[in-house]
Antibody, heavy 120, light 111 residues
Framework: EVQLVESGGGLVKPGGSLRLSCAASGFTLSNAWMSWVRQAPGKGLEWVGR??????????DYAAPVKGRFTISRDDSKNTLYLQMNSLKTEDTAVYYCTHYGDAEYFQDWGQGTLVTVSS | QSALTQPPSASGSPGQSVAISCTGTSSDVGGYNYVSWYQQYPGKAPKLMIY???KRPSGVPDRFSGSKSGNTASLTVSGLQAEDEADYFC???????????FGGGTKLTVL
C-alpha cells in the first residue's frame, strides 16, 4: 500500500525558510514522478512543482510564483521527498501536499498535508 | 481564480444522478485527454476517482464516471449515496510549461 507522510510544516516569519519532508512507502521514490501541491486556507489547489523519476533525468519544474525560491529534491536512500522553501511570503501560507504521479498526467496518491503559516 | 471553472455547489437526492462540470480551454481540457477528478472530505487528503477523462482506478465504485466534450469535462455520480457528499475537483494537463491546472472545486450535497 502506498503511503505518503508529510512533515516539517509550522509557523515561520516572512523572509524565512522551511524544509518540508514527504516520507514515501509502498513504492520506490527514485522510479516515480512526484509533485508538491498547496491549498491556501479557503482557496483552491495550486501546483507548486514536480520532480521527474531518475530514469527520466530527475529534473524539476516549478510554478511561476515559487520559481527561484523553492527547490524540490529527494533522498533515494531514505525514500523521502523534500521541498526547500526560502524567502517565504505571507501568500505561501497553505497546506502543502506531496503527490505521486500515476503512469500519466494525474496524481494517483496524496499525502495528508502539512500546514505552513507565514506570518510575523 | 482557478484556471478551470467548476460550479461551487451541486446537489441531489439519494439514488439520483448528478453531473459536475469542469470547463477549460483548448489549451488544457480540450487539448489533452488528461483530465482527472478527485474527491476530498474536509481535512482529508484528496482521492483519485477518475483519470484520463473516463478511466476509473480499482476500488472506485462504477457509480462514478467521467466524460469530455470539447473544452468541458464532466464527472457524473449515479445512484447518489450519503457518503458521496464531499468536495470534488478536476485537474487537467496544460502543456509542458504549465503542466497542471486545477478547478476551483464543487461541494456535492446529498439531500
Amino acid at each position: 500500500e502506498v503511503q505518503l507522510v508529510e512533515s516539517g510544516g509550522g509557523l515561520v516569519k516572512p523572509g524565512g525558510s522551511l524544509r518540508l519532508s514527504c516520507a514515501a512507502s509502498g513504492f520506490t521514490l527514485s522510479n516515480a514522478w512526484m509533485s508538491w501541491v498547496r491549498q491556501a486556507p479557503g482557496k483552491g489547489l495550486e501546483w507548486v512543482g514536480r520532480i521527474r523519476s531518475k530514469n527520466d533525468g530527475g529534473t524539476t519544474d516549478y510554478a511561476a510564483p515559487v520559481k527561484g525560491r523553492f527547490t524540490i529534491s529527494r533522498d533515494d536512500s531514505k525514500n523521502t521527498l523534500y521541498l526547500q522553501m526560502n524567502s517565504l511570503k505571507t501568500e505561501d501560507t497553505a497546506v502543502y501536499y506531496c503527490t505521486h504521479y500515476g503512469d500519466a498526467e494525474y496524481f494517483q496518491d496524496w499525502g495528508q498535508g502539512t500546514l505552513v503559516t507565514v506570518s510575523s | 481564480q482557478s484556471a478551470l471553472t467548476q460550479p461551487p455547489s451541486a446537489s441531489g437526492s439519494p439514488g439520483q444522478s448528478v453531473a459536475i462540470s469542469c470547463t477549460g480551454t483548448s489549451s488544457d481540457v480540450g487539448g489533452y485527454n488528461y483530465v482527472s477528478w478527485y474527491q476530498q472530505y474536509p481535512g482529508k487528503a484528496p482521492k483519485l476517482m477518475i483519470y484520463e477523462v473516463s478511466k476509473r482506478p480499482s476500488g472506485v465504485p462504477d457509480r462514478f464516471s467521467g466524460s469530455k466534450s470539447g473544452n468541458t469535462a464532466s464527472l457524473t455520480v449515479s445512484g447518489l449515496q450519503a457518503e458521496d457528499e464531499a468536495d470534488y475537483f478536476c485537474i487537467s494537463y496544460a502543456g509542458s510549461n504549465n503542466p497542471v491546472v486545477f478547478g476551483g472545486g464543487t461541494k456535492l450535497t446529498v439531500l
